[in-house]
């Protein structure tokens, strides 16, 4: 039937033509049927031999896997009032595979929503490396114009690479509280990428809380398979894998008392940090380190701009002082050195000390705070009025070593071992210390500073709160935390309280001695009365340490009055017997320790409050005090 | 006229080919328009093959003597439409190639094809005996050129190119010098390049306005060969299955019940469909050459051959582009692309190849 032969030749008269015919017929036989092998051979590769291939790059044209973000774990305050949440917010991102051309993309993407053109195309740089299909976001927590304008250029089909997806993104307070202990998240860099298996695209904890939890929080990240058509238009969705959320947390955190410990700093304006902690467990109650900044703005991709100005910010609202500032201790380390003196037998709380208002030491004359002179003194008393010369005289007969010894006993100058990253050590000097850091050999005059917290003395406020924990227990060194308890996903599991850090074998009569001491300072004639709580037995103690002796005088140059002013702390616990809440409040540049009490009782007063169901107050901040004589201290002679 | 004995010379497998490719084309038809506005496109197809199978029966019918006779009838008829798709046509896909009508758009180019097979039949036929002289070929390029040019000019380069393979075909069948066979060749290789430089002008203008304007153009060519590729690469041996396919329903082709109805066959029909429909329009066009050999006079042989090199050029392009091989251009696939004047002068054209062979017999 298909035969062409020239044997079945027809009936017909064969001529001459006829045959040129035929053969004619049959060489476009051949080639038809040469062709058409050939377009079967053609199919034959790409369907069988490259099917894969193909099948792979048709299933990319017309499936988008879609990541759905998790949701990061809520963190809830020790009465389960939501700290820290989500909300949902829009990103316009770029699948770069669907774009034919990038820079058209790049060019018409910039102009609808309103960005730099070149801003955009560093981002996209700067994504190079990930997978085309990846959607590379582009504007995190767009606003709904932006929404609106992509949607607008996607019905138009001009922008079908580009894609609008909702997820979840961090809600903080608005108010940047407790933003050092929460932290923010952000993008993974490159760097965590390679140290820490996350995955490109993923947003972890940077910072504070969020850093140090981030693998609890984080969550898993869920997928969407959805087929689109050539426009980029989802038609249908061929299965998804739900994003599970991050575990909810709850802090040791109490959601009153921090808010009290910020609006009395806020109230006087100071900057400064704040550690509050119930004594007995380590848990803290309030975290708190000014300036702050907002992590919202980190959690919805920081800009530029806002970025640098934070780095670049003369008050570094970067640094969480709570952890990360060193400080002189002032008058507030004078336990320690009491402590030191009277562990080692040197005094009893009975020795006394006659304060003239000044002393000479090797030679050197050192002032008392107090000008005419506290008069005779007993260690109890020393401690109620903070007299320098006291400690002067005990200290130089302790020796700067015991003091080193104690006072690491108590938690200064070593790690708190708190669950929030970065934590720098302070300073207890000691004549090891200077010889092996220094080279130089310990004067013996060093010590008188160091007696009265001045000198080569640094601490943490985080240490400090340790400190006066430890001093409420009666030597027991608790270790900060911040985990209270932890839904993993069938109820609340408590967290175990972390080990003690020790407990040095303080002497019954050396803690009752510093109790009464504290307790005098606060409910006696002390520097302390304005913190002073009827009912409650607050014990506490102030300090004033000098900027300018710390700093030097190099650092006098361009900088303003403001910043030589001293700094303020106030230490405290309470009530005087078992007590249930310790602290520390330090006020940069506060002048002296009285503001620094003021907001202490705020924070007690509001943490009683709460505990006994009464109304919460409020903060008053004095009127501002009426400009006083400058005093001019001579030497390193400081404290209140 | 027709006699009752004819009746049993009709070509009935090559009825029952044509009719299965009709047949595949208005499933695919059916399967690519499944979603979206042309949902009913099949149907059209459906009324264009009936009328199509009406025009077969009086092709077959009418002795193909007596239509040579009056061939330059038919011929200037033709020329008379296709200078009137140029002044009065519709333009559709940036192109004038359809006279409206009360029911449907004609589009005289399809019908060019079959007069112009007919004509140039009819005068290889009357000429010399042998091979045809230059004159022959002189006159019969200018029997070609006028349609050629008139449907280059709408424009429509694909269609045009198809009426100068009906020249080609009928002179080499007339016996042409294969010498000369071989100067046209070269002077085509020659040509290309000039041609090539014309031509990619054009498309660089084409280019400039997709970018000021991507409206006209939003997807490009290049684009549509890559899919075309794809859409048959991932069929794989086996087909996605009827309506199945992806690139074709999700519009990742474009115009797939049209010009890349052969991409969507193959990607929901995979390699066997593939070969199942290459059968069929290898045995369709093995089948008209024999027409071509058992023809009773050298005018079925002329006209059998005129017929069969349009529709064999437009089915090798077509599919050559489908798997994307070759440039995109609008070249319908004759019998499955959707189009009522592609279907209806095909099957006209395989009424006339039945004819001849229906007749092989008579005196």
């Known amino acids: 039937m298909l035969g062409l032969a020239p044997s079945d030749l027809s009936s017909v008269t064969v001529s001459e033509d006829r045959r040129k015919l035929v053969t004619r017929l049959t060489v476009l036989w051949y080639l038809v049927i040469v062709m058409f092998v050939a377009l079967a051979m053609a199919f034959w590769y790409f369907q069988v031999v490259q099917y894969e291939k193909f099948r792979e790059v048709a299933e990319n044209n017309h499936q988008r896997t879609l990541g759905l973000r998790a949701p990061r774990g809520v963190m809830f305050d020790r009465h389960g009032k939501i700290l820290v949440e989500n909300r949902d917010s829009f990103v316009i991102s770029v699948v770069r595979e669907h774009s034919r051309d990038m820079d058209r993309t790049i060019r018409l993407l910039a102009q609808v929503v309103g960005l730099?053109?070149?801003?955009?195309?560093?981002?996209?740089?700067?994504?190079?490396?990930?997978?085309?299909?990846?959607?590379?976001?582009?504007?995190?927590?767009?606003?709904?114009?932006?929404?609106?304008?992509?949607?607008?250029?996607?019905?138009?089909?001009?922008?079908?690479?580009?894609?609008?997806?909702?997820?979840?993104?961090?809600?903080?307070?608005?108010?940047?509280?407790?933003?050092?202990?929460?932290?923010?998240?952000?993008?993974?860099?490159?760097?965590?990428?390679?140290?820490?298996?996350?995955?490109?695209?993923?947003?972890?904890?940077?910072?504070?809380?969020?850093?140090?939890?981030?693998?609890?929080?984080?969550?898993?990240?869920?997928?969407?398979?959805?087929?689109?058509?050539?426009?980029?238009?989802?038609?249908?969705?061929?299965?998804?894998?739900?994003?599970?959320?991050?575990?909810?947390?709850?802090?040791?955190?109490?959601?009153?008392?921090?808010?009290?410990?910020?609006?009395?700093?806020?109230?006087?304006?100071?900057?400064?940090?704040?550690?509050?902690?119930?004594?007995?467990?380590?848990?803290?109650l309030s975290y708190v380190s000014l300036p702050a900044y907002d992590p919202n703005t980190f959690a919805a991709g920081i800009d530029r701009a806002t970025w640098s100005a934070l780095n670049t910010d003369a008050l570094k609202p970067l640094q969480d002082r709570a952890i990360q500032g060193r400080y002189s201790p002032g008058s507030t380390f004078k336990m320690a050195v009491a402590a030191a003196a009277l562990e080692e037998g040197i005094i009893t709380p009975d020795f006394t000390v006659h304060c003239t208002g000044s002393a000479d030491f090797y030679g050197r004359l050192f002032h008392c705070w107090k000008l005419g002179g506290h008069g005779t003194m007993d260690l109890r008393h020393a401690i109620e009025q903070s007299c320098d010369v006291y400690f002067y005289t005990i200290g130089k007969m302790v020796g700067v070593d015991k003091i080193?010894?104690?006072?690491?006993?108590?938690?200064?100058?070593?790690?708190?071992?708190?669950?929030?990253?970065?934590?720098?050590?302070?300073?207890?000097?000691?004549?090891?210390?200077?010889?092996?850091?220094?080279?130089?050999?310990?004067?013996?005059?060093?010590?008188?500073?160091?007696?009265?917290?001045?000198?080569?003395?640094?601490?943490?406020?985080?240490?400090?709160?340790?400190?006066?924990?430890?001093?409420?227990?009666?030597?027991?060194?608790?270790?900060?935390?911040?985990?209270?308890?932890?839904?993993?996903?069938?109820?609340?599991?408590?967290?175990?309280?972390?080990?003690?850090?020790?407990?040095?074998?303080?002497?019954?009569?050396?803690?009752a001695a510093i109790h009464d001491g504290l307790w005098m300072v606060v409910n006696a004639a002390g520097t302390g009365g304005s913190a002073r709580m009827v009912g409650y037995d607050v014990s506490g103690k102030t300090g004033t340490a000098q900027v300018i002796s710390l700093e030097g005088a190099k650092a006098l140059k361009g900088r303003t009055d403001l910043d030589l002013r001293d700094n303020g702390w106030f230490v405290f616990f309470a009530p005087r017997d078992n007590p249930e809440i310790a602290g520390v409040v330090f006020t940069e540049h506060g002048e002296h320790g009285t503001n620094a009490s003021l907001i202490s009782r705020h924070i007690l007063e509001t943490y009683f409050a709460k505990k006994e169901g009464r109304p919460l107050p409020t903060f008053k901040p004095p009127p501002p005090p009426a400009p006083k004589p400058a005093v001019v201290v001579p030497t390193t002679g400081a404290g209140q | 006229m027709f006699e009752r004995r004819l009746f049993f010379h009709i070509d009935y497998l090559m009825i029952i080919a044509l009719g299965a490719l009709c047949a595949v084309g208005v499933m695919m038809i059916y399967s690519t328009t499944s979603i979206g506005p042309n949902s009913t496109l099949y149907v059209k197809q459906l009324y264009a093959i009936a009328i199509g199978v009406v025009v077969f029966v009086v092709c077959l019918v009418i002795d193909y003597r007596t239509l040579a006779e009056n061939s330059l009838m038919f011929y200037l008829a033709v020329v008379v439409l296709l200078a009137g798709v140029l002044l009065f046509g519709t333009t559709g896909g940036g192109a004038r190639r359809w006279i409206p009508l009360p029911f449907f758009a004609l589009q005289p180019s399809e019908f060019a094809k079959l007069c112009v097979a007919l004509t140039l039949a009819k005068f290889f036929d009357e000429s010399r005996r042998g091979s045809p002289s230059m004159t022959d070929l002189a006159v019969g390029g200018v029997i070609t050129l006028v349609p050629f040019l008139l449907i280059a000019k709408e424009p429509d380069l694909g269609t045009a190119i198809t009426v100068l393979t009906i020249l080609l075909g009928i002179s080499f069948l007339a016996g042409m010098r294969l010498r000369l066979l071989g100067i046209l060749l070269i002077l085509a290789i020659v040509a290309a390049p000039v041609a090539w430089r014309y031509a990619l002008k054009d498309y660089q203008k084409s280019r400039i306005s997709t970018f000021i304007d991507p409206e006209i153009d939003p997807r490009g060519a290049g684009y549509q060969q890559i899919q075309a590729r794809i859409s048959v690469g991932s069929g794989g041996p086996w087909g996605k299955g009827f309506t199945k396919g992806t690139q074709g329903q999700l519009r990742f082709l474009p115009v797939a019940w049209n010009d890349f109805v052969f991409s969507v066959y193959g990607e929901e029909q995979g390699f066997v469909g593939v070969v199942v429909a290459l059968g069929l329009y290898l045995f369709v066009i093995v089948r008209a050459l024999e027409t071509a050999r058992l023809a009773k006079d050298r005018l079925g042989a002329y006209l059998v051959m005129g017929i069969l090199s349009a529709f064999t050029f437009q089915v090798m392009y077509n599919i050559t582009m489908s798997a994307g091989l070759a440039p995109v251009k609008g070249l319908t696939l004759p019998l499955m692309s959707s189009g009522g004047s592609s279907i209806v002068a095909t099957l006209a054209g395989f009424g006339l190849i039945l004819n001849v062979r229906m007749r092989r017999f008579t005196n």
């Open chain 1, 116 to 284: 730099d053109e070149a801003s955009v195309r560093e981002v996209v740089r700067r994504h190079r490396g990930q997978p085309g299909y990846q959607p590379i976001p582009i504007v995190e927590d767009a606003t709904l114009a932006q929404v609106a304008a992509v949607t607008a250029h996607r019905l138009d089909t001009e922008l079908p690479e580009v894609v609008v997806e909702r997820v979840p993104t961090r809600r903080y307070p608005t108010d940047a509280m407790a933003a050092h202990l929460f932290g923010y998240v952000g993008e993974v860099t490159e760097g965590q990428l390679t140290r820490e298996g996350y995955r490109s695209g993923d947003v972890v904890g940077q910072a504070g809380f969020e850093k140090v939890y981030n693998k609890l929080l984080m969550g898993v990240d869920g997928a969407r398979r959805v087929v689109v058509n050539s426009l980029g238009r989802e038609i249908r969705t061929i299965d998804e894998v739900p994003p599970s959320e991050g575990r909810r947390v709850q802090l040791t955190i109490d959601y009153d008392v921090q808010r009290a410990t910020e609006e009395g700093f806020k109230g006087f304006g100071y900057a400064g940090a704040a550690v509050v902690l119930d004594p007995r467990t380590g848990e803290l």
């Open chain 1, 404 to 511: 080193n010894k104690w006072a690491t006993a108590l938690g200064l100058g070593v790690k708190s071992g708190i669950d929030l990253p970065n934590e720098v050590t302070g300073l207890v000097p000691s004549t090891e210390w200077k010889r092996t850091k220094l080279h130089e050999n310990w004067y013996p005059g060093e010590t008188i500073s160091v007696a009265i917290g001045q000198g080569q003395v640094s601490v943490t406020p985080v240490s400090m709160a340790v400190y006066m924990a430890a001093l409420a227990n009666g030597g027991r060194r608790v270790t900060p935390h911040l985990v209270k308890a932890v839904d993993e996903g069938n109820g609340w599991k408590s967290v175990a309280t972390p080990e003690s850090a020790g407990t040095a074998p303080f002497k019954p009569e050396t803690m």
